[in-house]
C-alpha cells in the first residue's frame, strides 16, 4: 500500500546507526512518539468536516455501528476528520512526511508550520520532505503564508507517476471541477522547490539513499 510504501522509504532514510532524538514535552498541537532511535511527532494540521455520505461501500447501518462509540464530532457539515503531518528525526537526521495544507483550504486548517515551530523544529533544520501523494492537504504546506519555500534546505521526495500527473495540461484539461483547482494548487507548492531542482522521484519498489 502507498502508506506502507511510505514507512519503507522512511525507514530506508534512517538505516544508518544514529544518536535518540531529544526529549520533548507532550503539548496541544503535536503529539510525541518514540520508536527505538526514531522520535515520530505527529503535527495538527487542523480539521476537515466530511458528510457521511462520503464513505463509500459501507451501509449506513455499519457506519452507524462503527461511529457509535467513536465520540467523533459531527455537524451539519459532517464528521470531523483530523489533517496531520509527521516529523521523523534520528539523530541529526530529520525527514517530514506530508506538509499539510497551508493556505489552500482555509482558517481551520495550515497549523503544521507553527506547530513544528513550537516543537522546538526550525523549518530549515529539515532535510527530507516525502510526500505520500500531491493533493493540496498534503503538499500545500511546502509554502510558507507569503507563498515562498516553507523548508528551504529540504529536498522533496514525490513518487514519479503521481508528479507526472498533478503537472500534466492534458490530465487537467479532462479532470472533474472538483478536481481541477488542485492542479494549480499542486503546481504552485511544487514550483520554487522544482525551479530549484530540489524535487526528486521514486518509482514502486525503489530505496531513497
Given at each position: ?68 462509540h467513536s465520540y467523533t464530532p459531527e455537524s451539519k457539515a459532517g464528521l ?7 516529523l521523523i528525526r534520528k539523530g541529526e537526521q530529520t525527514l517530514l512526511v ?112
Amino acid at each position: 500500500t502507498r502508506l506502507g510504501a511510505t514507512a519503507a522509504l522512511a525507514a530506508g532514510m534512517f538505516s544508518h546507526p544514529g544518536h535518540a532524538a531529544p526529549a520533548l514535552q507532550q503539548v496541544p498541537g503535536y503529539y510525541v512518539q518514540t520508536i527505538g532511535q526514531m522520535q515520530v511527532i505527529a503535527l495538527f494540521d487542523g480539521v476537515v468536516a466530511l458528510p457521511r455520505a462520503q464513505l463509500k461501500q459501507v451501509t449506513p447501518i455499519e457506519i452507524d455501528a462503527v461511529l457509535l462509540h467513536s465520540y467523533t464530532p459531527e455537524s451539519k457539515a459532517g464528521l470531523q476528520t483530523a489533517v496531520n503531518a509527521f516529523l521523523i528525526r534520528k539523530g541529526e537526521q530529520t525527514l517530514l512526511v506530508d506538509t499539510g495544507t497551508a493556505q489552500c483550504f482555509g482558517k481551520d486548517l495550515g497549523q503544521v508550520l507553527p506547530n513544528l515551530r513550537a516543537a522546538g523544529v526550525a523549518p530549515a533544520s529539515v532535510q527530507h520532505v516525502l510526500l505520500t501523494h500531491a493533493h493540496p492537504d498534503h503538499l500545500c504546506g511546502l509554502l510558507d503564508a507569503e507563498g515562498n519555500m516553507a523548508y528551504p534546505q529540504a529536498q522533496i521526495w514525490l513518487n514519479h507517476d503521481e508528479l507526472q500527473y498533478w503537472l500534466d495540461p492534458q490530465q487537467e484539461k479532462t479532470a472533474t471541477p472538483l478536481f481541477k483547482p488542485l492542479f494549480a494548487m499542486a503546481r504552485n507548492a511544487l514550483a520554487p522547490y522544482l525551479r530549484a531542482k530540489r524535487v526528486h522521484t521514486f518509482r514502486e519498489g525503489d530505496a531513497l539513499p
